[in-house]
């Protein structure tokens, strides 16, 4: 599936961590698409590597890099096997940013390559309500790297918040 549907579609979904036996589940409220190696954004678009080889494994694989030499990012691969696309989970629960996620979640390298599922002590599952991504979503951070196109694109959404009336 597109890693742009995807990315919508984990909007209102639970990521559910178990940490020392206990579940924990946050609500996604923000994410990111790469859409492969076309995507200049994409780490795919550097071409198949060790790095990210991982990309290019079934849809629902956990991806999960090491960036800055300081943080942890979690990514789920959404493309056909061979076909390297990916969504970045930026913000779930109160915890925002992809690096205070990974670490609030004690997600790290020892998860990459594995399914997103209870086997691997990470997973989705559906929310407790629908929730739709912003009319007009603002461009991805951090991918100045891309280019104009490509880090103007409108590939970041987040969960729609009703605006509450001033008194």
Do not use: Q
């Not at 300081?70 to 959404?78: A, E, K, Q, R």
């Not at 989970?89 to 670490?103: D, E, H, K, N, Q």
């Amino acid at each position: 599936m597109p890693a742009d549907v995807v990315a919508r579609e984990l909007l209102g979904r639970a990521l559910v961590r178990r940490i020392r036996g206990k579940r924990v589940a946050l609500t996604i409220l923000e994410t990111e698409a790469y859409l492969g190696p076309h995507d200049l954004a994409c780490h795919a678009a550097r071409g198949r590597t060790t790095r990210t080889e991982v990309m290019y494994g079934p849809p629902g694989t956990l991806y999960i890099y090491f960036v800055y030499g300081l943080h942890w990012m979690l990514n789920v691969v959404t493309g056909a096997e061979g076909e390297p696309a990916a969504v970045l989970i930026r913000s779930a629960g109160g915890v925002s940013g992809p690096a205070r996620l990974t670490r609030t979640l004690r997600i790290d390298g020892a998860l990459n390559g594995r399914l997103a599922e209870p086997g691997s002590g990470l997973w989705f599952e559906t929310g407790k309500g629908s929730c739709k991504a912003i009319a007009t979503p603002p461009p991805r951070i951090g991918v100045d790297y891309a280019g104009p196109r490509w880090s103007a694109r409108k590939l970041r959404f987040l969960v729609a918040v009703a605006k509450r009336e001033a008194r």
